[in-house]
């Protein structure tokens, strides 16, 4: 057998892979979106940076008022997808706090139901952070609305 065969039966092998790959791949990026929605941080490595396709792009709504570059990251060149470690070793991402709190300050009086569609979110995910926030002296919850103290 010649290098030749050799190196065409890899390209076949790596191409056989990366099609029963494929949807693992595409399962991996639905739940990180589904994460980043619920504000939950992934707890390993992050996989390799990979191309992001206009299709991508468009499904991935930004903070308000947070101006994106193509690469996904913030004009003033935060990701805003820091880890902040908790106890108990689990991690949460401060955006979903730090957006609401935004939200809150920008229209006071706004609904958890609002603020979870305008972040397109289901608002029942917003209850725990909106509870934190209420513990932490950050907001007021009068009612169903929301107040910045």
């Not at 890899?10 to 929605?37: C, G, T």
């Not at 706004?110 to 209850?127: K, Q």
């Not at 952070?129 to 929301?146: I, S, T």
């Amino acid at each position: 057998m010649s290098v030749i065969d050799e190196l065409k039966g890899l390209e076949d092998r790596v191409a056989r892979r990366m099609q029963e790959l494929r949807p693992l791949v595409d399962e991996y990026r639905e739940l990180e979106q589904v994460a980043e929605r619920l504000g939950v941080a992934a707890t390993t490595d992050p996989p390799a940076p990979r191309r992001r396709t206009a299709r991508r792009r468009a499904a991935r709504p930004s903070a308000p008022g947070t101006a994106r570059r193509a690469n996904g990251a913030a004009a003033n060149g935060t990701t805003g997808s820091v880890a902040v470690k908790r106890s108990g070793g689990r991690t949460r991402s401060p955006g979903r706090r730090d957006q609401l709190m935004e939200m809150v300050k920008a229209r006071p009086g706004i609904t958890v139901r609002e603020a979870g569609a305008e972040l397109g979110v289901d608002p029942t995910s917003l209850y725990r952070v909106v509870h934190r926030l209420e513990q932490d002296g950050a907001l007021q919850k009068r009612g169903r609305e929301l107040l910045p103290r």
